[in-house]
């Protein structure tokens, strides 16, 4: 094995596509959920303070946080290809409280182990996936996790808006599909090698300092310099997505006065704008260009957006200018440099738990705004614009100042760097 790649066929594309799915999972999750939750509303009579406690506990925010610091740690102490198969039956377990739920209670417990297992999904999808990538393509890899991210919610806002008329079954239908996809990608998993470049470093710092090498380790200067610049970057960027990819159907439907079925197809369509803006300018450029100058741009066409909301009443042509901006935008931001960076700042042995604690502070103060957000719509929807527009604009901040240069660069030279 090279230090960037192999030859078996787990370095290669399809490898990359199997630990990619877990991001069709994750984001399919909460946008399911996100267009279901008018339907649980009515029929449950769901106050607003529960409709806040669900976008707190689930896939979107404190039970992906949990899951996230668990798995990430499992992964760097165990290998990543034997947390995939057990977490995708941890998955499919939960998502059936979701297809099956009578009452709201089975809801919180749908949402509460289906957060736990996506959250320790991210992390071992995104080490592996930067262990195996070809030195000058981790951008591209990368990329098609993003995508995948993507296209999980564009599958199941189409679905939903499809299945409307059943109402319920509708709901629960789109439910099973996610769970049935977890059983089979739970099979197909099972015959992938595991990370050539974890198992060698394993071997050669022995079994116990490789226990060591954990959360004491990453208080280390450099390690925590690059903890708080990504829990910050990605932090306030992720308050507005969070808020946008769980409540933008509900607040279309309360604020705007959209129907139910226009709310759906304007989340379809955002998405649908960020996997072209991920094809043709994150995958194509991102390994190849300033990647600092690259999020910035991205940051500024993201703020730009949400400021068009906040400015202007929520009418169609301002929700349309909305989703186009953000999206594009958000197609070679934050959440995709996330991903990259936090693989590329930390060595072999350290790199899911990094991503596990960073994801997990990032999606817990999430739940903690979430609770808040229906809340603040219910009073006056301005002043909440206007805060989501600062989270956008902070985050662009944070990237203008520390946002690293990596581009081209080998996994050991940025190390060597570090």
């Known amino acids: 094995m090279s230090k960037e790649g192999g030859a078996r066929d787990d370095t290669g594309w399809k490898g990359t596509i199997l630990a990619a799915i877990a991001n ?104 592996l996936i930067a262990d195996q990538a070809p030195q000058g393509a981790r951008g591209q890899r990368s990329g098609l996790a993003q995508v995948l991210w993507y296209l999980g919610p564009v599958v199941v806002l189409l679905a939903s808006l499809a299945l409307m008329p059943l109402g319920m079954l509708g709901a629960r239908i789109v439910f099973a599909h996610l769970a049935i996809l977890a059983v089979g990608l739970m099979l197909m998993r099972s015959g992938m090698h595991e990370s050539e470049r974890w198992a060698a470093a394993k071997a050669e710092a022995g079994a116990e300092a490789a226990k060591l090498a954990g959360v004491k380790e990453l208080l280390k200067r450099k390690h925590l310099r690059s903890m708080l610049f990504l829990v910050g970057m990605y932090g306030a960027w992720n308050l507005w997505a969070g808020t946008n990819g769980f409540f933008l159907p509900y607040i279309l439907h309360t604020v705007g006065a959209q129907t139910q079925a226009a709310s759906i197809a304007f989340q379809a369509l955002s998405f649908t704008v960020g996997i072209f803006s991920i094809v043709f300018i994150f995958m194509r450029w991102s390994d190849r260009v300033n990647q600092r100058m690259m999020f910035v741009t991205g940051a500024v066409v993201g703020t730009a957006g949400m400021a068009v909301m906040a400015l202007f009443p929520l009418t169609t042509p301002v929700a349309l200018t909305y989703v186009v901006l953000t999206s594009l935008g958000g197609g070679f931001g934050a959440q995709p440099f996330f991903q990259l960076w936090s693989a590329e700042l930390f060595p072999t042995l350290l790199r899911s738990t990094a991503q596990g604690i960073a994801f997990a502070i990032v999606r817990i103060g999430l739940g903690v705004w ?31 100042i520390w946002a690293p240069r990596n581009e081209g660069k080998s996994l050991e030279q940025i190390q060597a760097e570090l």
Do not use: K
């Open 24 to 127: 069709y999972i994750d984001a399919g999750s909460i946008v399911a959920s996100a267009a279901t939750l008018s339907i649980w509303v009515e029929q449950y009579h769901l106050s607003t303070p529960f409709v806040g406690l669900l976008g707190a506990i689930g896939a979107n925010s404190i039970s992906a946080g949990i899951g996230a610091i668990v798995g990430g740690r499992l992964c760097d102490l165990f290998g990543r290809r034997r947390i995939y198969l057990a977490n995708m039956a941890f998955y499919a377990v939960g998502m059936m409280w979701l297809v099956f739920a009578v009452a709201p209670w089975m809801i919180v417990a749908g949402f509460i182990q289906v957060g736990l297992a996506v959250g320790a999904a991210v992390p071992a999808s995104w080490s």
């Open 370 to 400: 979430s609770f808040f957000v229906p809340i603040l719509t219910a009073t006056g929807f301005t002043t909440l614009a206007w805060i989501l527009t600062g989270f956008q604009a902070a985050s662009g901040i944070i990237g203008i």
